[in-house]
């Protein structure tokens, strides 16, 4: 007999939501548009677009689509091109929102692209 997986919901709720730092290099960016093969093309909260990879430890686990805010690292010797580390669900950005950590114009950009 196989065994129920319950209260799973209430435990990736109470996870730490990874934020935005300068020291690891990681940014805001929108999901402008799926290139395929795992490859994104991705708005950066320094208006640079860059094309984004999603490693194989997210493949997956998240699935992506357009106008999902995104959490990536550039790379420091390509900077056009960067890897995404998480992608936030529309409760964790309500978070963000409330603690204005999210600025306005990347949520104007993703409501116009979803």
């Known amino acids: 007999m196989v065994k129920r997986k319950r209260g799973r919901r209430e435990e990736e709720s109470k996870k730490e939501i990874p934020l935005p ?5 990681t940014m805001l960016c929108v999901v402008v548009r799926l290139l395929g093969a795992d490859h994104l093309l991705i708005r950066c909260q320094d208006g640079v677009e860059r094309k984004a990879r999603i490693p ?9 689509r357009e106008g999902d805010i995104v959490l990536a690292a550039p790379w420091d010797f390509k900077p056009d091109r960067a890897d995404v580390v998480y992608r936030y669900s529309r409760e964790e950005l309500r978070k963000l929102v ?6 306005q114009e990347l949520l104007e950009l993703a409501e116009e692209l979803a």
């Open 98 to 103: 409330e603690k204005g950590i999210v600025p």
């Open 56 to 64: 194989g430890s997210l493949r997956r686990r998240m699935w992506m």
């Open 21 to 25: 730092n300068q020291e690891e290099g």
